[in-house]
């Protein structure tokens, strides 16, 4: 797990140093899991912060989810852009999967695929899941990321010793109409639209299989702080 700051023509500027606690442990008793690092990335208004989010819980935090628990808590971190140094970190539990696999037993998943802020403070949290013969499942979430305790300076999340980032459902994709759901991964807000109302544009990733999409989707969005 990384962060580096391009130009835009592709010139490497700068990599930011991150908590020891991202670095993987080749013991596999500690820290990310494969493939399930910084999958989401948002910059606050003010271009001062940017937030990572993880996909699903470090090691020594918890499980991923499965289709009867909710994952262990995955940490989302505050980079502050003008020292590079990381400021604060808040935990955020993924669903468990809302879908089962059609054949019990073969893959399915569930975690955090992209973030976005509304505001100073509030997220917008996409989970996205998959489950082998039934597809994806999409839902967005809205957190205060002020509601959460600062848990940078804890080496292992446990019940008790934080508190989690409280979501409230905004949208369930199953229900927006669209023709099918893929494997988004990106989101970011478009120009106002003419009602002053912010427009959210969704992107999946089609993993270049024949099979899956690249889909662009966007919806008004009605903000209610």
């Known amino acids: ?36 690092t910084f999958e989401g990335i948002a910059l606050t208004p003010d271009g001062r912060f940017a937030w990572l989010s ?60 992209e973030v976005l802020m509304l505001d100073a403070h509030r997220m917008l949290v996409l989970e996205r899941a998959y489950a082998t013969g039934r597809g994806n499942s999409l839902r967005l979430y809205e957190i205060d990321t002020r509601a959460a305790s600062d848990v940078l300076g804890i080496d292992a999340l446990a019940p008790g010793n934080h508190q989690p980032a409280a979501k409230t459902l905004v949208a369930d994709f199953a229900t927006l109409g669209l023709s099918r759901l893929d494997n988004t991964e990106g989101m970011c807000w478009g120009p106002p639209l003419p009602n002053g109302n912010r427009l959210l544009v969704v992107v999946s990733d089609d993993n270049f299989n024949p099979l899956q999409v690249t889909q662009f989707a966007a919806f008004e969005y009605i903000d209610r702080p």
């Open 54 to 113: 993880m996909e699903n819980a470090l090691i020594q935090d918890g499980s991923i989810p499965t289709s009867d628990t909710p994952g262990g808590p995955c940490r989302f971190t505050q980079i502050d852009l003008e020292t590079g140094q990381a400021t604060r970190q808040i935990a955020y539990v993924p669903d468990a999967i809302p879908l089962r696999a059609l054949i019990p037993g073969s893959y399915a998943d569930n975690g955090v695929s």
């Open 1 to 36: 797990p990384a962060l580096y700051e391009s130009a835009r023509d592709g010139r490497f500027l700068r990599e930011f140093v991150l908590p020891a606690m991202f670095t993987p442990d080749p013991s596999l008793r500690r820290g990310p899991r494969d493939n399930l």
